[in-house]
């Protein structure tokens, strides 16, 4: 007896460990039935914010135009390329002297104020008066008033406005006739100023 009250607890045991297990399961199953069972309802979404009215389309402003660019300023104009110097024939300007003489003639005044005026517009020339005579009197005087002479014309110059920096003399006394000193004719011609442009 002992033998079947064991048995009986075993199966009962067993029994009870079944329907444990089962209504473990069967709640589960009850559980996931009523899940089945009930529709699934989906939250109610929640409603659409309202759609905002759309702004008014108000036209772009039309674009301001750039201002101009300032127009670049005018250069200068370059200066004017330095005047040739005019050509001016200076043989043609010679001073003749009266024998023993450095006074300036009329002539030669004529002469001195066209040279005058064609150095006041060629302001950078320098003129060299070459005072020469002829071959009357001794050497040394004839230095000394070949000298004279040629101060005379510098001198009539000055007065002219032309700087004295411009100007310079030398004499040659009878050292470099024009012309052979033979006669008279020819000794009025060596008796003269002339005019040498420097570099």
């Known amino acids: 007896m002992l033998r079947k009250s064991s048995v009986w607890l075993v199966v009962l045991i067993a029994v009870l460990a079944v329907a444990f297990i089962a209504s473990g399961c069967s709640k589960k199953q009850v559980v996931k039935e009523e899940a089945a069972g009930k529709p699934i309802v989906a939250a109610p979404a929640p409603a659409p914010a309202p759609t905002p009215a759309p702004a008014p389309v108000v036209p772009a402003p039309a674009p301001v ?26 043989a043609s300007l010679r001073l003749y002297f009266a024998f023993d003489d450095y006074s300036l003639s009329t002539k030669g005044k004529e002469n001195l104020e066209k040279l005058g005026a064609w150095m006041n517009r060629n302001p950078k020339t320098k003129i ?12 040394e005087y004839n230095l000394a008033l070949g000298e004279r002479r040629a101060n005379s014309a510098k001198m009539y110059l000055e007065r002219l406005g032309i700087s ?23 000794r009025s011609k060596n008796r003269r100023d002339e005019f040498v442009k420097m570099k």
């Open 65 to 90: 135009p750039a201002p101009a660019p300032a127009p670049a300023p005018v250069p200068p104009p370059p200066p004017p390329p330095p005047k040739a110097e005019e050509a001016i024939d200076l």
């Open 128 to 139: 060299q008066v070459e005072g020469h005579t002829c071959d009357i009197g001794t050497a």
């Open 164 to 186: 004295p920096n411009r100007l310079s003399t030398i004499s040659y006394g009878e050292e470099r006739p024009m012309l052979p000193n033979k006669d008279e004719a020819n």
